[in-house]
């Protein structure tokens, strides 16, 4: 009998990364799931591949009688029902686990860990909040360990137990869940002393892994030393875990080459807290060699673009040119006097004379970005909200 078998979950935000990954591995362990969400996403086309009928609505809207609503984060409150880290605490609860949370690299470093495993003939669990392509997607249903990013942005993370956690880093990203550095410290501590079986990696104290990866960076290669220290702890040779890891090809939106025009590449990065734009660029201009790196960020939350537009001017003033587009909402409601141009004001200030753009719209954005590169610069696009969309803008324009 599966473990799940009976149970009937209705998820309200389907198409997120998170949820869309839980409902499946839930199907899989016997549960009948259904769902509803806002708008189409590409993480329902495999949803519903797995036999998930979903219901697309302006408003969010409770399950049919009999099913366990669960909501998601960005629809908390507005749906009754149970949130979405007490299901993934009980999916946790059901097969040995590793956690990995952090402000940064959580989800190449979750990543890393189930593919090797995968490769290794190990036949893991996951639920990662990107697409993995080397994966087949966010999800998988296999027998053995189940490998989870912990998200801290909503403290979802703190209700996991897990029998190894795996703590990549610790940085304020979400002021409005937490009020300080010191107070997101302690929950780390807190849920390690009171929730974690029996073993911690605590990426911090690692040093960079030596080890020849596909994925450029030295973000990654300590993201690569946190999954091959989570991978001994499972009881992987580490000979083992390291052939493995040498053929990781990356999450989906991390460094993504996305074309090449006239010379020109374009890739793109899910970057959206300073020291991640910081770590992409850096990645850009080795990579750039002699070329120009031509930065487009889109900030992602009002909190974060106000209290840190100080931050993201001086990672941004690494790039040889940049464009700043307006502020991607998500679960926020907009916060009064905050837009983007807070940080092209703060980068003028950082670097007078860069050349600096700001382009409210994406659309607006793809143009300049166009407009200012030539042959043998880079131009990335950063972000955590839809700034993807305007890659393929661009290199059509840069084609034209």
């Not at 189940?146 to 990203?173: C, H, Q, W, Y």
């Amino acid at each position: 009998m599966l473990p799940l078998d009976g149970r009937r979950l209705w998820l309200v935000g389907i198409g997120g990364a998170g949820l869309s990954a839980y409902g499946i591995l839930a199907r899989a362990w016997g549960a009948e799931v259904a769902g509803w969400d806002r708008v189409e996403t590409p993480y329902l086309t495999r949803v519903r591949a797995e036999g998930i009928p979903v219901t697309i609505g302006p408003e969010p809207v409770a399950g049919p009688s009999g099913f366990e609503t669960v909501v998601s984060t960005a629809f908390a409150g507005r749906v009754e029902g149970k949130s979405r880290s007490d299901l993934l605490a009980e999916l946790v609860s059901l097969r040995r686990s590793i956690v990995v949370t952090g402000a940064h690299g959580k989800t190449t470093t979750a990543a890393m860990i189930a593919f090797c495993l995968q490769e290794l003939g190990e036949e893991p669990a996951y639920l990662i909040g990107a697409e993995v392509p080397q994966l087949g997607g966010n999800a998988g249903t296999g027998e053995g360990w189940l490998v989870v990013e912990g998200d801290e942005s909503d403290r979802t993370a703190f209700a996991l137990e897990p029998e190894i956690a795996v703590v990549t880093n610790v940085e304020l990203d979400h002021h409005t869940t937490f009020s300080s550095l010191a107070e997101l410290e302690e929950c780390f501590r807190g849920w390690i002393a009171e929730r974690v079986e029996s073993s911690v990696v605590w990426g911090p104290d690692l040093e960079p892994a030596d080890v020849r990866l596909a994925v450029p960076g030295e973000h990654n290669r300590r993201n690569a030393a946190c999954a091959l220290a989570a991978l001994q702890l499972a009881g992987i040779a580490e000979a083992d875990a390291v052939r493995a890891l040498r053929d990781f090809t990356g999450a989906g939106r991390r460094f993504d080459l996305r074309g090449e025009s006239r010379g020109v590449r374009v890739y793109d990065d899910y970057a959206h807290h300073p020291t991640e734009v910081a770590a992409t660029l850096a990645t850009a201009r080795a990579l750039a060699g002699t070329g120009r790196v031509i930065a487009v960020f889109q900030p992602h939350l009002y909190s974060r673009t106000a209290y840190l537009a100080n931050e993201f001017a001086t990672a941004l003033s690494h790039a040889d040119t940049a464009v700043v587009t307006e502020i991607y909402p998500a679960r926020e409601e907009p916060w009064p006097g905050v837009t983007g141009k807070a940080i092209v004001d703060r980068l003028t200030e950082v670097r007078p004379g860069m050349p600096v753009g700001w382009a409210p719209t994406l659309d607006g954005a793809a143009v300049l970005a166009a407009e200012r590169a030539r042959a043998g610069d880079l131009v990335l696009t950063l972000g955590a909200g839809d700034i993807e969309t305007i890659a393929p803008v661009i290199l059509e324009r840069l084609g034209q």
